[in-house]
């Protein structure tokens, strides 16, 4: 089965208060229309996984954490910092998908302390100030990325065609 690889350009949702376009690498896997959606600078740590998929109007982010983009790093300052750029990756997945912060229908939250709940949420919700998704919150032992204190995975309909 033979893939084809496509440079796209996805022109993302405001950010800071201007449009960008952000190349995205997709790989479209057979007559599903599924797609393999990789941004630059949010590669996955290792094959066995993709950093979101497109599946006809929904979009599937992965489990994501607070990495700075272009970079396996992940960011120094604590819950609410790592929070944030957990976020922002989100953001990014999404975008090349053609969907919004908007459109995320769930997410799950995964925390290394539960303690840290209250500064986690105050981040999240600046992301969903109205109307915020279906979410489970739950503490897990270990997360895959020692340093990383928070992982969101969430999933998204895109309401309008991105392409």
């Not at 998929?53 to 300052?77: L, N």
């Not at 090349?96 to 925390?111: H, K, Q, R, Y």
């Not at 539960?114 to 998704?133: G, L, R, S």
């Not at 489970?136 to 969101?152: H, I, K, N």
């Amino acid at each position: 089965m033979h893939h084809l690889l496509r440079l796209s350009i996805v022109v993302a949702a405001a950010i800071a208060g201007s449009a960008i376009a952000t190349p995205v690498l997709a790989q479209r896997a057979g007559a599903n229309g599924r797609e393999v959606l990789n941004p630059p600078g949010l590669a996955p740590l290792v094959p066995a996984y993709s950093v979101a998929i497109r599946d006809g109007e929904w979009v599937f982010v992965s489990g994501m954490t607070g990495i700075a983009p272009g970079t396996q790093d992940i960011v120094a300052g604590g819950i609410a910092v790592q929070t944030r750029q957990t976020m922002e990756n989100i953001r990014t997945a999404l975008q090349s998908g053609g969907a919004t912060m908007a459109d995320v229908a769930e997410c799950t939250v995964f925390l290394k302390d539960m303690a840290d709940y209250a500064a986690m949420n105050a981040e999240y919700i600046k992301f969903f100030p109205a109307n915020p998704p279906a979410r489970a919150t739950l503490a897990v032992s270990a997360l895959p990325r020692p340093a990383a204190l928070v992982e969101v995975k969430c999933s998204a309909r895109v309401r309008q065609p991105s392409r």
